[in-house]
C-alpha cells in the first residue's frame, strides 16, 4: 500500500528540484538573497560601509544582500556550528589560517575557476593566494591584508639623537641608550604570549618554521640558525632588561595597550594599528614613526602576512551570484574604500601599488615589509592544531620565565610541531 | 503489569530521556571515533574504538601536571570555600536582622559578579608592571624588582584559589546559613550550661546536625572546582602557553576543540563523568555508612 505512493513522491521532490534548478540558472537573481558573514572590529564603521555596498549589489544583480556581523572571538565556533547543521552563509570572511581548514574538511568551494575567467590570475597578491590554496585548488579570495613593522617613538629617538635602527645591532644600540637615559620606558618589551612576533626572528636569521620534505614536515625551530634568532629576541629580554616582567605572559594586544599608555619606546606592531593608537592616545600624534623589521646585518627580516579571504561554502545555491559578490568586495572601489578605512592593503596587485606610493610614513614601511618581506606560515589545518597548542607561545615563554634554555625550549617545541604535524 | 504509574512518568521520562540521556549517549559515540571537522561536514562516523581513551592515558602531560593540578587545586578551593563560607555563615546567624541583611547582601554582590569580570579584577590586582600588589610592595621595600605572579604554578594557583574561594564562599555561606538557623537553640544552650566552648559546641552539635548540608555543599564544589576553565583560561599565560598550569579543563579545550579533534574531547569528558561519578559515590557512601552506625 504504501509502496504506490513512493514513485509519485520521488516525482515531486524531482519536479521541485528541477524548479529550484531553473530558478538559479535565470539570468537575473531578483528577489534572491546574499547570506554574508563579515568580522567585526576590523573597520571602525563597518555597517555603515555595507549598507553602501548592499544598495551597489542590488543595482547590479537585482539580488538582496543580507550581512551577519560576527565577533572574532567566537566566529570559528560559529563556522564549525553552522557547519555541523547546514546553515553556512554563502559567503564568509575567513581569517587566512582558516580558509585551509575548512576547505580541507570539503566546506569550501574552489573558486579557481571563476578568478581566471574574470582575469584576476596575476592581480592577487602572493602571499594571500598561497594561505588561500589548498590541495591545488584557490578556495579564498584574497581580499584584505596586513603586516607586522616595528613602531617606535620618534620624539623619543629624536630626543635622544637616535637613528632608526637598520640591522639588530642597531635594535640593541638603541634599546641601551633608551634604557639609560629614558628608565620610565620599556625600550623593547618581548611578549611571551604572541607567536606571530617571534618568526621575524626565525627568519631573519635564515631559520625556518617547517618544511615540508617530501610526505613529512620538519620543524626548523631547533635548527642553528633559528636558535640564534630566537636567541637573540628572547635575549632582549633575558640578557639586555630591555622588556619587563609583565611582558612574559603579554598578548599582543598588551603591547598596544602599554604603547597607548605611552610607557614603551619600541615594538613590533601591525600594520593596523597606529590609526587604532591614535584613536586611542590622541597626544602620540606626531610622535609615531615605523620601521620595516631590520634583517640581522643588513635588508628586511620577513613578518607574517596577515589577513582575510572572501570564501564561498559548498551550501551555496546560487555561486555566481555569491562570486558576483565577491569580485565587487575585492576590485575597484570597494576594495580601495575598506583598505583606506580600516589601514589593512588590498588583496590586488594592482590596487597595493597605490599604497606603495603613498607618502604617509606610517604606510610606506609596512608596505615595504609587505612587498619585500612577507613571510608565509605552513599552509595546512595541521599548523592552525599547532597553533592552537601554543607550541610557539610556550617555547618563547618557558625561556623568558627561565625555565628553559633556548636549546631546550627550542628542541621541545620542535619535537612537539613534528609530533602535530605529522601525527593522527 | 501496572501501566498507570508508568504513564504518568511518561512525559518526564521522555523529557529526560531526549535532553539528558541521548547527548550522553551520543557523546560516548563520539568518544569512539576520529571525529574531526570533516566527519561533521559529510556526517559520516569514523570508529577507531578505544584509541582516543588509549592516547589520553599514554599522554605524560595527563600524569605530569594536568592531574595534579586539577586535584590539587580542588582540594585546595574546596576546602578553603567550605572553610570560610562556614565562618561566614556563622558570623551571619550570630548577627542581628539588620547586619545580616547587610553583610548578605555584600556577599551576594561577590557571588553576582560574573567569572569573567571576577578574573579580570585578580589580573590587574596582581599585575606584573602596575599592578595593586607589586605597587604596594615595592612602595614598602619589600621588594625590589617586580615579579610576575602569573609565570610560577604555585603563585598562578594562589591567585585562582583567591578569584573561586570569593566567587564560590557567598553559596555555601547562604545555605549552611540556612542549616544552621535550623539547629536546635536548647541544646546549644544545654551544652553551654554544661561548659561546652564554642570549638566543642561546633562539632558536637552543629556539624552532626548539618552534616546532609555540608554533603551537598562539598559535592558541588567539587564538582565546580574539578571542571573550572574561564577563571584558569583567561589568567595570563592560562590559556597554554604557560604549560605548568594547565588545568583538565584548559587542557581538553587545547587538545580537543583547538585542534577540532571532537573525539578526543568527548572522550575526555566521559572520563571526567565518570571520575566525578565515582568521587560523588565514595563519598555519599561513606556519609550514609556514618549514619547507620
Known amino acids: 500500500m504504501k509502496k504506490r505512493y513512493l514513485p509519485i513522491a520521488m516525482f515531486a521532490i524531482g519536479a521541485l528540484g528541477l524548479t529550484a534548478c531553473s530558478g538559479?540558472?535565470?539570468?537575473?537573481?531578483?528577489?534572491?538573497?546574499?547570506?554574508?558573514?563579515?568580522?567585526?572590529?576590523?573597520?571602525?564603521?563597518?555597517?555603515?560601509?555595507?549598507?553602501?555596498?548592499?544598495?551597489?549589489?542590488?543595482?547590479?544583480?537585482?539580488?538582496?544582500?543580507?550581512?551577519?556581523?560576527?565577533?572574532?572571538?567566537?566566529?570559528?565556533?560559529?563556522?564549525?556550528?553552522?557547519?555541523?547543521?547546514?546553515?553556512?552563509?554563502?559567503?564568509?570572511?575567513?581569517?587566512?589560517?582558516?580558509?585551509?581548514?575548512?576547505?580541507?574538511?570539503?566546506?569550501?568551494?574552489?573558486?579557481?575557476?571563476?578568478?581566471?575567467?574574470?582575469?584576476?590570475?596575476?592581480?592577487?597578491?602572493d602571499g594571500l593566494v598561497e594561505s588561500g590554496t589548498y590541495d591545488g585548488s584557490l578556495y579564498g579570495m584574497p581580499w584584505y591584508a596586513g603586516v607586522r613593522s616595528i613602531i617606535y617613538r620618534t620624539d623619543v629617538f629624536d630626543e635622544l639623537g637616535l637613528a632608526a635602527p637598520t640591522n639588530w645591532q642597531e635594535i640593541v644600540d638603541a634599546a641601551t641608550v633608551i634604557q639609560a637615559e629614558r628608565p620610565d620606558l620599556t625600550p623593547f618589551p618581548v611578549a611571551g604570549d604572541a607567536e606571530m612576533l617571534t618568526y621575524p626572528w626565525v627568519w631573519g636569521a635564515g631559520g625556518e618554521v617547517a618544511t615540508l620534505e617530501g610526505d613529512e614536515w620538519v620543524s626548523g625551530l631547533d635548527s642553528a640558525e633559528a636558535r640564534d634568532g630566537i636567541g637573540f629576541y628572547t635575549g632582549l629580554a633575558t640578557d639586555h632588561g630591555f622588556s619587563t616582567a609583565g611582558a612574559t605572559t603579554w598578548k599582543e594586544t598588551d603591547i598596544l595597550d602599554n604603547f597607548a599608555q605611552g610607557t614603551v619606546a619600541m615594538a613590533i606592531s601591525g600594520s593596523w594599528t597606529?590609526?587604532?593608537?591614535?584613536?586611542?592616545?590622541?597626544?602620540?600624534?606626531?610622535?609615531?614613526?615605523?620601521?620595516?623589521?631590520?634583517?640581522?646585518?643588513?635588508?628586511?627580516?620577513?613578518?607574517?602576512?596577515?589577513?582575510s579571504h572572501l570564501s564561498m561554502f559548498n551550501t551555496s545555491e546560487n555561486k555566481d551570484l555569491a562570486w558576483q559578490f565577491m569580485q565587487l568586495m575585492t576590485t575597484g572601489d570597494f576594495a580601495q574604500q575598506w583598505a583606506d578605512q580600516t589601514g589593512y592593503f588590498p588583496g590586488t596587485k594592482s590596487l597595493l601599488q597605490t599604497s606603495m606610493e603613498s607618502a604617509d610614513a606610517l604606510v610606506k614601511p609596512f608596505a615595504e615589509q609587505m612587498v619585500d618581506g612577507g613571510g608565509a606560515l605552513p599552509v595546512t589545518p595541521k599548523f592552525g592544531a599547532v597553533q592552537a597548542k601554543k607550541t610557539t607561545n610556550a617555547m618563547i615563554q618557558s625561556i623568558l620565565s627561565g625555565q628553559k634554555t633556548v636549546d631546550e625550549a627550542t628542541a621541545d617545541a620542535a619535537a612537539e610541531m613534528n609530533d602535530i604535524m605529522n601525527g593522527n | 503489569?501496572?501501566?498507570?504509574?508508568?504513564?504518568?512518568?511518561?512525559?518526564?521520562?521522555?523529557?529526560?530521556?531526549?535532553?539528558?540521556?541521548?547527548?550522553?549517549?551520543?557523546?560516548?559515540?563520539?568518544?569512539?571515533?576520529?571525529?574531526?571537522?570533516?566527519?561533521?561536514?559529510t556526517g559520516e562516523s569514523n570508529y577507531i574504538g578505544f584509541g582516543n581513551y588509549a592516547e589520553i592515558f599514554a599522554n605524560p602531560m595527563l600524569w605530569t601536571v594536568v592531574l595534579p593540578n586539577t586535584i590539587g587545586f580542588a582540594v585546595v578551593a574546596v576546602s578553603a570555600t567550605v572553610i570560610f563560607g562556614t565562618l561566614v555563615a556563622m558570623l551571619m546567624a550570630s548577627l542581628g536582622t539588620v547586619w545580616r541583611t547587610i553583610v548578605g547582601s555584600a556577599i551576594m554582590v561577590a557571588w553576582a559578579m560574573p567569572a569573567v569580570t571576577g578574573t579580570y579584577v585578580w589580573i590587574w590586582i596582581f599585575d606584573a608592571d602596575q599592578g595593586l600588589v607589586n605597587e604596594t610592595l615595592k612602595s614598602l621595600g619589600l621588594m625590589d624588582e617586580s615579579f610576575n605572579w602569573?609565570?610560577?604554578?604555585?603563585?598562578?594557583?594562589?591567585?585562582?584559589?583567591?578569584?573561586?574561594?570569593?566567587?564560590?564562599?557567598?553559596?555555601?555561606?547562604?545555605?549552611?546559613?540556612?542549616?544552621?538557623?535550623?539547629?536546635?537553640?536548647?541544646?546549644?544552650?544545654?551544652?553551654?550550661?554544661?561548659?561546652?566552648?564554642?570549638?566543642?559546641?561546633?562539632f558536637a552539635i552543629i556539624f552532626p546536625t548539618?552534616?546532609?548540608?555540608f554533603s551537598v555543599v562539598i559535592i558541588l564544589s567539587t564538582i565546580w572546582d574539578f571542571k573550572v576553565f574561564a577563571q584558569i583560561y583567561l589568567m595570563p599565560g592560562g590559556a597554554g602557553s604557560n604549560r605548568d598550569v594547565l588545568n583538565l579543563g584548559v587542557w581538553s579545550y587545547v587538545e580537543s576543540f583547538g585542534q577540532n579533534r571532537y573525539g578526543f574531547g568527548a572522550a575526555i569528558a566521559v572520563l571526567l563523568t565518570v571520575l566525578l561519578l565515582i568521587i560523588t559515590a565514595i563519598y555519599v557512601r561513606t556519609l550514609f555508612k556514618e549514619e547507620k552506625e
Open chain 2, 1 to 41: 503489569m501496572r501501566t498507570r504509574p508508568w504513564l504518568l512518568l511518561a512525559p518526564a521520562l521522555i523529557l529526560l530521556g531526549a535532553l539528558l540521556v541521548w547527548p550522553l549517549v551520543r557523546v560516548f559515540l563520539f568518544s569512539l571515533q576520529d571525529y574531526g571537522l570533516r566527519e561533521i561536514v
Open chain 1, 274 to 307: 597606529p590609526a587604532a593608537l591614535l584613536e586611542k592616545a590622541p597626544d602620540l600624534e606626531g610622535k609615531l614613526g615605523a620601521i620595516a623589521i631590520p634583517g640581522q646585518t643588513s635588508g628586511i627580516s620577513p613578518s607574517v602576512l596577515g589577513g
Open chain 2, 150 to 202: 602569573f609565570t610560577n604554578p604555585f603563585t598562578f594557583y594562589a591567585i585562582v584559589v583567591l578569584n573561586i574561594v570569593h566567587h564560590g564562599f557567598p553559596f555555601v555561606a547562604i545555605t549552611v546559613l540556612a542549616g544552621l538557623l535550623g539547629v536546635s537553640k536548647e541544646m546549644l544552650e544545654a551544652a553551654e550550661m554544661d561548659g561546652a566552648g564554642p570549638i566543642r559546641r561546633f
Open chain 1, 24 to 125: 538559479g540558472a535565470a539570468d537575473t537573481a531578483e528577489g534572491d538573497t546574499l547570506n554574508v558573514w563579515i568580522m567585526q572590529g576590523t573597520n571602525p564603521d563597518t555597517e555603515a560601509f555595507f549598507d553602501t555596498v548592499g544598495d551597489a549589489f542590488t543595482e547590479e544583480t537585482g539580488a538582496t544582500l543580507n550581512v551577519d556581523f560576527v565577533q572574532w572571538a567566537d566566529a570559528h565556533d560559529r563556522f564549525v556550528t553552522a557547519i555541523a547543521g547546514g546553515t553556512t552563509p554563502d559567503v564568509a570572511e575567513t581569517g587566512t589560517t582558516w580558509t585551509a581548514e575548512f576547505a580541507d574538511a570539503g566546506a569550501l568551494a574552489p573558486i579557481g575557476d571563476y578568478v581566471t575567467e574574470a582575469g584576476l590570475d596575476d592581480d592577487l597578491v
Open chain 2, 210 to 213: 548539618l552534616k546532609p548540608v
